[in-house]
T-cell receptor, first 115, second 113 residues
Framework: DAGVIQSPRHEVTEMGQEVTLRCKPISGHNSLFWYRQTMMRGLELLIYFNNNVPIDDSGMPEDRFSAKMPNASFSTLKIQPSEPRDSAVYFC?????????????FGPGTRLTVT | AQSVAQPEDQVNVAEGNPLTVKCTYSVSGNPYLFWYVQYPNRGLQFLLK??????LVKGSYGFEAEFNKSQTSFHLKKPSALVSDSALYFCAASNFGNEKLTFGTGTRLTIIP
């Protein structure tokens, strides 16, 4: 089992540029979560999907952030335009609610730096 | 609204001594409780969970946690600490029908050789 895969692992970009983060959940998992981790705010849930449908996006900071899940094996989180305050580590996690309620498996994260 | 509190930002323990990392929660209905560990530059790893049943839950790497309903606590414990246990520990909570986990702010555990 490859676990949750995220790419890129590191991203450095300039303010105003578009950034796209990618996630491949564990095969067979039907829920996917995007989190952001910073020293100041800790771990924040941005959005989560169940069966490819967005269920709760109340944590998405503003319209600059968008997330999609076109199929069960792929999701993207896009920031356009990026700002320095978006610098953080972004984690993707997946779970299979029926067999293991609410136990989430995290990817290694993408460290985003916006200059 | 759900909330999880980890009252200690930092816990230092001598190697070989028992360790405790504290967590309290506020959840409507019966809580589902979790502990995760994060090593440097890594994602969070699941350690253990309480859904129902015995109040003492055993998990990975020799860790255990005790669910105390009256005190709304779910403290993480280990009888004998190892230097390799040094990491950031997160407590999380949810409840039936709610896939969202509410995380605490994390406790940095340092085991001193």
């Amino acid at each position: 089992d490859a676990g949750v895969i995220q790419s890129p692992r590191h991203e450095v970009t300039e303010m105003g540029q578009e950034v796209t983060l990618r996630c491949k959940p564990i095969s067979g998992h039907n829920s996917l979560f995007w989190y952001r981790q910073t020293m100041m705010r800790g771990l924040e849930l941005l959005i989560y999907f169940n069966n490819n449908v967005p269920i709760d996006d109340s944590g998405m900071p503003e319209d600059r952030f968008s997330a999609k899940m076109p199929n069960a094996s792929f999701s993207t989180l896009k920031i356009q335009p990026s700002e320095p305050r978006d610098s953080a580590v972004y984690f993707c996690a997946s779970s299979f609610g029926r067999a293991n309620p609410y136990e989430q498996y995290f990817g290694p994260g993408t460290r985003l730096t916006v200059t | 609204a759900q909330s999880v509190a980890q009252p200690e930002d930092q816990v230092n323990v001598a190697e070989g001594n028992p360790l405790t990392v504290k967590c309290t929660y506020s959840v409507s209905g019966n809580p589902y409780l979790f502990w995760y560990v994060q090593y440097p530059n890594r994602g969070l790893q699941f350690l253990l969970k309480y859904i129902t049943g015995d109040n003492l839950v055993k998990g990975s790497y020799g860790f255990e946690a005790e669910f105390n309903k009256s005190q709304t606590s779910f403290h993480l414990k280990k009888p004998s600490a190892l230097v390799s246990d040094s990491a950031l520990y997160f407590c999380a909570a949810s409840n039936f029908g709610n896939e969202k986990l509410t995380f605490g702010t994390g406790t940095r555990l340092t085991i001193i050789p």
